[in-house]
């Protein structure tokens, strides 16, 4: 979902075999097939001999630091959210699962991890990814990347050990969760049970969940209701992204409107939202279930810009001059995980998951 067409070239022009020509929008399931075969046959594709976990660890850059990330791919059984421990945090739109059905359906295979989240304050799992022999390093989207394979059986066991009994949160790829478990619904067999997965531990300071902000591209006039926001203005983006990283307990977003940067603070929202604490805690749910509602009246075919980076916002804003750019503050991952074991569901775009699990590194053909 961040390919634009651009990218999609280069990608091809790199190599005609890239992940791009199985996994873009608009294939035909039926060419995928046909596409996934031809590699099979001619051994572009090499299926590994046994079993095995595989790991991926990511150093990035964010805000001037150096995290790491570390994660393994490998293949989870689906089961119903109600009767599993795999807990959704988003709300799903039936018809992004659909295409996804259908390229399951007809080329029997996932190339695309889901991604997921357990949490393990001792870090068991990354300690063995630590042992395990890297095959591939190389870069992505400004990310040093290593793939491997945990190929010790009592590595593996280890580590299935330790997952059996977690709680897993899908973090990113509901759309593709909800189309697998769907098609074992409807061709209910020990071979289509499972989807491909990346799981990482949320614990970690390199899983970070990123804020997606909003701009409305349309005329606006702004009044705000005074016995619930207070408006103040600021003199520029920096300043208010300092106010916003201020760690007080004020509920807070920033706007861009008229050319100017303001800070919103919220009160007496336990009065306007009785019974939804919970949910106040979500710059999202504000934005959605309050400042949108309240002050824009929106017509259905306006379209939403959602990105999780201020500057791409701020420049579509300086192309139509017009309309109105939300800030948010990412979730708390003690909120999200709350939410996520009392079964609360985040308005769409709540997170954004960074950096994004790279596609094409392992194929799961069922």
Not at 32 to 39: A, D, E, F, Y
Not at 87 to 104: A, D, G, M, T, V
Not at 230 to 255: A, C, F, Q, Y
Not at 338 to 361: A, E, H, N, R
Request: net charge positive; glycine share 4%.
């Amino acid at each position: 979902d961040l390919i634009d067409d651009e990218i999609e070239k280069k990608l091809i022009s790199l190599s005609e075999y890239n992940i791009v020509k199985l996994i873009r929008k608009e294939n035909n399931p039926e060419e995928v097939k046909k596409t996934l075969s031809n590699w099979i046959k001619n051994k572009i594709l090499i299926q590994d001999g046994k079993e095995y976990f595989y790991f991926l660890k990511s150093k990035f850059e964010y805000d001037g630091k150096i995290y790491e990330r570390k994660g393994i791919i490998g293949i989870l059984g689906v089961e119903d959210f109600e009767k599993s421990k795999i807990i959704p945090h988003e709300k799903i739109f039936p018809k992004y699962s659909n295409n996804r059905y259908k390229l399951i359906e007809i080329s029997r295979a996932n190339f695309c991890p889901i991604f997921m989240l357990y949490q393990d304050k001792e870090f068991q799992v990354e300690k063995i990814i630590e042992k395990g022999k890297v095959y591939f390093k190389g870069k992505n989207n400004g990310e040093n990347i290593e793939f491997g394979k945990i190929k010790e059986k009592e590595d593996i066991e280890k580590i299935k050990e330790i997952l059996k009994e977690k709680i897993i949160f899908i973090a990113d790829g509901h759309h593709r969760f909800y189309a697998s478990f769907n098609f074992y619904k409807n061709h209910p067999s020990e071979i289509n049970k499972y989807a491909l997965v990346y799981l990482s531990n949320i614990e970690s300071d390199g899983v970070m969940i990123l804020p997606t902000h909003r701009y409305i591209p349309i005329e606006i006039n702004l009044n705000f209701n005074k016995e619930f926001i207070e408006v103040s203005k600021v003199n520029n983006l920096k300043e208010m992204e300092e106010i916003l990283n201020n760690e007080d307990n004020v509920r807070k977003i920033g706007m861009l409107y008229n050319e100017s940067f303001y800070i919103l603070k919220f009160k007496n929202l336990k009065k306007y939202f009785k019974g939804k604490d919970d949910y106040i805690e979500l710059d999202s749910f504000l934005v959605d279930n309050f400042l949108i509602n309240e002050l824009i009246e929106i017509k259905e075919n306006t379209e939403f810009f959602y990105h999780s980076s201020k500057e791409y916002l701020i420049k579509e804003y300086e192309k139509r001059k017009k309309g109105v750019i939300f800030f948010l503050r990412p979730v708390k991952k003690s909120i999200f995980i709350k939410m996520c074991l009392d079964g609360k569901i985040m308005p769409q775009k709540t997170t954004y998951f960074y950096p994004k699990v790279p596609s094409g590194l392992v194929i799961y053909k069922f």
